[in-house]
Nanobody, 127 residues
């Protein structure tokens, strides 16, 4: 059974930090690139960050560079994906999703290019 389960969301004040986690199991996620996306109310889902299967290369959306850090831990049966978010702003408020891309190749930023998705964890940043 394929599972991607996000956790770590919550309510934080402007300037605060949160660390999101995603536990992925049921497929060979250790060989997949993975990413974080987010969706704010009334807006389309947007790319946040992605990381190669080995963790050796990362890519960020421009507005997240320098504030967010993506990382992963390829444990034996479950892959853990993380997103450290610092200097949070009200505009970071959204439902955050982890996703996995089963296809080899460069890191991708389009939602349609990812094959597996979690249910999301809510991040709310108060002003």
């Amino acid at each position: 059974q394929v599972q991607l389960v996000e956790s770590g969301g919550g309510l934080v004040q402007t300037g605060g930090s949160l660390r999101l986690s995603c536990a992925a199991s049921g497929r060979a996620f250790s060989r997949y690139a993975m990413g974080w996306f987010r969706q704010a109310p009334g807006k389309e889902r947007e790319f946040v960050a992605a990381i190669t299967w080995s963790g050796g290369f990362t890519y960020y959306a421009d507005s997240m560079k320098g504030r967010f850090t993506i990382s992963r831990d390829n444990a034996k049966n479950t892959v853990y994906l993380y997103l450290q978010m610092n200097s949070l702003k009200p505009e970071d408020t959204a439902l955050y999703y982890c996703a996995a891309d089963a296809n080899p190749g460069p890191l991708r930023v389009q939602t349609m290019e990812y094959d597996y998705w979690g249910q999301g964890t809510q991040v709310t940043v108060s002003s």
